[in-house]
């Protein structure tokens, strides 16, 4: 019987709190050579995609940017048609919000990028959920989240339009005018809706992969039910045997109602690794890396946005703070999702002083043990058979991977767990094909 195949990708880490600025190898996250050294790091490695996050405004925190964050992001765009020219295989996936962009410019840019790329173009589908970032943009505010889902399913679709204008049209030379249309209704458009009222005439033809691959990273139910519905791929956070099946199981659960099968849809939870000699050395590495993530000045940062307060004169290395959090509706640090994450800040507060009083913890230990993000710790051989477990048991499709130094942090899992992946039977050892399609095992689209 043959083995389940691993999907795997490399996350150039956006705006996160897992990058290691400290580390000497830490580079640039503007700088174009940052983004050639882990795509083509990727590439080497025969991995799926590189994912590229997308923050659309800085993050702030007391009225000041945020400056433990990654601070700028060039226009995602430009940098995936710059990676196009200088990898071969390697899918390209961008982040492009739907709340504040349009249809027409947005399946433009995706239809030259799968064109420049020659069929590995990716579109990672979201929504916002804050007028911090909508006050950037002429529409201002935001949506609720019933009507951003709704707003993103119609912008899709609508996209979705225009890829498929060109079905079945054709280009021809001509020696005078350069080019004609050998179908005069090629490209042609018209959508009207609550939500968009276009028509016109597409002004690109059917790429190579007829549309990009679709990624999609909701996780609640109107998420989970837009990405049965839609996506060719899901982001999740969802990295551990059983909630990972969990998940697994209820998302492809949800695919028959529109027609789909599961293998239409790959399940990538988003994930992190710490490799060692030994599973003790990783161990030792990891407890490292983590207090580096976690600076005393992190600590207090993640402190301030459930206490809702300034709190820079507090000790992270003493207890938590004795009052309760503020909750009169304001916020301290506008933008940020792990605010939204504490509904219930005072009952947040009341469980992390109960964890931190039987752990005996101070309150940057405290912050460490709530914010755990290492998915992967241990010897090569450890963490190869902890991804290939997960994957062979339904618990994921494969995983995308987010190294805590950028750009060189993927070297290490490239050149000693990808071969032992191989050896395993369950990693390809070389591109069969040439679209991201076909790299995620997808069928082709009709032409």
Known sequence: MSRKQIHLAAHFPGVNNTTVWSDPEAGSHIEFSSFVKLAQTAERAKF????????????????????????????????????????????????????????????????????????????????????????????????????????????????????????????????????????????????????????????????????????????????????????????????????????????????????????????LPAATFVLGDTDADAHERAHVVRRRQVSAQTAIKFLEQVWNTDLSGHDPDGPLPSADPVVDGSTIAPGRASVRMYRDPVATAREWRQLAEAKNLSTRDLIIEVTGRQTFIGSPATVAASIDDLVQADASDGFILVPHVTPGGLDEFADKVVPLLQERGSYRTEYTGTTLRHHLGLEPLDA
């Open 48 to 267: 799926d995609f590189f994912f590229l996050a997308e923050g659309l405004r800085l993050r702030e925190q007391n009225g000041q940017i945020y400056d433990l964050d990654v601070v700028g992001r060039p226009d995602t765009f430009t940098v995936l048609s710059a990676l196009a020219a200088v990898t071969d295989r390697l899918g390209l996936a961008g982040t492009i919000n739907s709340t504040f962009n349009e249809p027409f410019e947005v399946a433009r840019q995706f239809a030259s990028l799968d064109h420049l790329s020659a069929g590995r173009a990716a579109w990672n589908v979201v929504t916002s959920w804050d007028a911090f970032t909508g006050e950037n943009f002429r529409r201002a505010g935001f949506l609720p989240q019933d009507q951003r889902y709704e707003r993103a399913e119609t912008f899709l679709r609508t996209a979705w339009e225009l890829f498929d204008s060109w079905r079945g049209g054709e280009l021809a030379a001509d020696a005078g005018t350069g080019v004609f249309l050998r179908d005069p209704a090629a490209g042609a458009f018209a959508h009207h809706d609550a939500h968009f009222d276009i028509e016109g005439r597409f002004p690109v033809p059917r790429s190579p992969q007829g549309r990009p691959v679709i990624i999609q990273a909701g996780d609640s139910d109107e998420g989970r039910e837009f990405a049965a519905a839609t996506a060719d791929a899901i982001f999740s956070r969802y990295g551990t045997l059983e909630a990972g099946q969990a998940f697994y199981s209820d998302v492809k659960g949800r695919l028959a109602k529109y027609g789909r099968t599961p293998e239409q849809l790959v399940i």
